[in-house]
C-alpha cells in the first residue's frame, strides 16, 4: 500500500468536512497517503494535519457568503459550488494525478455530483462519502417514486400514517423539506452521480440500521462499506471550524454527575425570536442545570445574548452556562451531562448515541426529521418534540427526561446501543469488517488502473 494515494474532496459546511476529515485520517492509518482538496470557502485548518497535503482551489464565493438554514437556499449554494468548481476541481485533479503519489480513487462528499464527470474523464474511480447514514439516504432516494404515486406533497390527512414502502416513517417525516417538489430535480442528480460512483461509505455502523442496508440495495447497487462512527477511532478530537469555548468544561466539573441538560442546534438550523424566548424560559422553569450553546446566527438578524430578558441572567445564575460554541464531543462525553436537547444532525445524534446521552429531539429540516423519528420510536432513546416550541411543552420534555422514570428507561436503552457501537469498531465487529473491506476495494480499483 505504500506510496499509494487516495484523494478527498469534502462539502465545505461543518457537518460534512469533520466527517470528510474523519474519515482521511481513518485510511491514513491504514497506510494510504492523502491530499486533500479543499474550497476556500470554510477552509480547514490545516495546521492540525501535518500529514496530508492541501490543495485550496478557487469557488467563486466571497468572503461575506455565509450558509443559509433555508433548504432551498442551501440546495442553491450546492449547486452553485458543483459549478463553480468543476473546472479548477479538473484542473486540480489533473496536476495532482501526474505530480504526486499513484492515486487510486478519488472519495468526495455524495453532494459534490459535478466530480464523476471529472473522475470519468481522468479515469479516476470515485468512491463517494454519504456523511450521514443509510436510512435518511433511501428516503431521499425514494421522494420522487412518492411523487409519482401521489402520496406528496403531503397531504394533511395522510401526515401521520406510516409510509407503506419504508416501515418506521411517517409521511410527515419523509417530507423532509417544506416543500419538496423543489428538490426533484437535485435529488435525481444526487442519485445519479451516487450510481456511478464505484462505492459508497457511510458514517454509521450495521449494527444500526440493518433494515434498511437491505432495502437500500435496490436502490444503489454499489459497494457499500458502513464503516461508522467515525470519531471514535480517535481520542476527543475537533475539526471545528468555530473556536470551541472551553469555560463549559470547568462550569460542568461543578455540577453533580447526571444532571445537565446540553442544548445546541448545530451549525446551520436558525430558530425565530419567539422560539429563541420559548427555548430560554422552557430552560429556566425547568429548574435543571442548562449548558446551552447560542450560535452567533441561530436567531436571524441578532449578535448574541442581546434578545434574552431584562434579568435573565442574573436569575438562571450558575445553574446556566451560555457558549457561543462548544467543544460537543467533550461536553457528551463529561459525566455531568445526562442529556442532549438536539436538532438531530447526523453528527450529533451519532456522538450522543456513542456516549450514552438521551435525547430531546428538534429537527428542523432533510435527515434530521428521519434521525428524529429512529431515536424516538425505533430506538426509543429520546423524546420528539413535535408541537411548536413552547416553554411548558419544553419543561414537560426535560422534566420526562431527568427527573421521571421514562428517561431513566431510556438511558438504559442507550447504554446497550453505546457498546453495541463500540463493539462494531473492535476486531469482528460490523465496521471493523467493513473497513478491511472497503481498503480492499480502495487496493482492488487500483489494481484495475495500473
Ligand atoms: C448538517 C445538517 O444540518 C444535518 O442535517 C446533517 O446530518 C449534517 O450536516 P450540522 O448542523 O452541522 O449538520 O449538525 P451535525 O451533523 O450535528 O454536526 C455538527 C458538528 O459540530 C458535530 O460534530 C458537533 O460535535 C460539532 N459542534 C456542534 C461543536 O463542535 N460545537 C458545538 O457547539 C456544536
Given at each position: 500500500m505504500k506510496g499509494c494515494g487516495v484523494v478527498l474532496f469534502p462539502m465545505p459546511f461543518q457537518g460534512h468536512i469533520s466527517p470528510m476529515l474523519q474519515l482521511a485520517s481513518i485510511l491514513h492509518g491504514k497506510g494510504f497517503s492523502i491530499s486533500i482538496i479543499h474550497t476556500r470557502f470554510n477552509s480547514p485548518n490545516t495546521a492540525n494535519y501535518p500529514h496530508f497535503r492541501f490543495y485550496p482551489i478557487p469557488d467563486g464565493l466571497s468572503e461575506n457568503d455565509v450558509v443559509s438554514s433555508d433548504p432551498i437556499r442551501i440546495v442553491t449554494f450546492i449547486n452553485s459550488l458543483n459549478s463553480n468548481c468543476q473546472t479548477p476541481f479538473r484542473d486540480c485533479l489533473t496536476e495532482l494525478i501526474s505530480t504526486e503519489d499513484p492515486v487510486a480513487c478519488l472519495v468526495t462528499d455524495v453532494l459534490w455530483y459535478s466530480t464523476q464527470a471529472v473522475a470519468d474523464d481522468l479515469k479516476l474511480p470515485r468512491v463517494v462519502l454519504r456523511t450521514s447514514n443509510v436510512s435518511s439516504f433511501l428516503v431521499i432516494a425514494t421522494i420522487p417514486s412518492l411523487f409519482q404515486k401521489g402520496y406528496l406533497p403531503l397531504q394533511d390527512s395522510e401526515a401521520e400514517n406510516e409510509v407503506p414502502e419504508l416501515p418506521q416513517f411517517r409521511f410527515k417525516d419523509v417530507s423532509?423539506?417544506?416543500?419538496?417538489?423543489?428538490f426533484l430535480e437535485f435529488i435525481d442528480t444526487v442519485v445519479q452521480g451516487t450510481k456511478a460512483s464505484s462505492g459508497i461509505i457511510y458514517n454509521s455502523c450495521e449494527d444500526l440500521e440493518q433494515e434498511y442496508l437491505t432495502k437500500t440495495s435496490s436502490y444503489f447497487p454499489n459497494p457499500v462499506f458502513?464503516?461508522?462512527?467515525?470519531?471514535?477511532?480517535?481520542?476527543?478530537s475537533s475539526s471545528s471550524l468555530l473556536p470551541q469555548d472551553k469555560t463549559c468544561i470547568s462550569w460542568l466539573d461543578k455540577q453533580q454527575p447526571k444532571s445537565v441538560i446540553y442544548v445546541s442546534f448545530g451549525s446551520v438550523a436558525a430558530i425565530k425570536e419567539t422560539e429563541f424566548l420559548e427555548v430560554a424560559w422552557g430552560l429556566a422553569n425547568s429548574k435543571q442545570p442548562f449548558l446551552w450553546v447560542v450560535r452567533p446566527g441561530l436567531v436571524q438578524g441578532s449578535k448574541w445574548l442581546e434578545l434574552l430578558p431584562n434579568g435573565f441572567l442574573e436569575m438562571v445564575g450558575e445553574r446556566g452556562h451560555i457558549v457561543k460554541w462548544a467543544p460537543q464531543q467533550e461536553v457528551l462525553l463529561h459525566p455531568s451531562t445526562a442529556a442532549f436537547w438536539t436538532h438531530c444532525g447526523w453528527n450529533s445524534t451519532l456522538e450522543s448515541l456513542c456516549e450514552g446521552v438521551p435525547m430531546i429531539c428538534q429537527p428542523c429540516f432533510g435527515d434530521q426529521k428521519t434521525d428524529a423519528r429512529f431515536i424516538s420510536h425505533v430506538w426509543r432513546v429520546g423524546i420528539h418534540l413535535e408541537s411548536n416550541i413552547e416553554r411548558g411543552e419544553i419543561e414537560k420534555a426535560i422534566r420526562r427526561l431527568m427527573v421521571e422514570p421514562e428517561g431513566q428507561e431510556m438511558r438504559d436503552r442507550i447504554d446497550l446501543l453505546k457498546d453495541k457501537m463500540n463493539l462494531c469498531l473492535k476486531p469482528g465487529g460490523t465496521s471493523y469488517k467493513s473497513l478491511d473491506n472497503l481498503v480492499s476495494h480502495i487496493l482492488s480499483l487500483y489494481s484495475s488502473k495500473t
Open positions: 423532509m423539506f417544506k416543500d419538496p417538489g423543489r458502513l464503516i461508522g462512527p467515525f470519531h471514535k477511532y480517535f481520542p476527543a
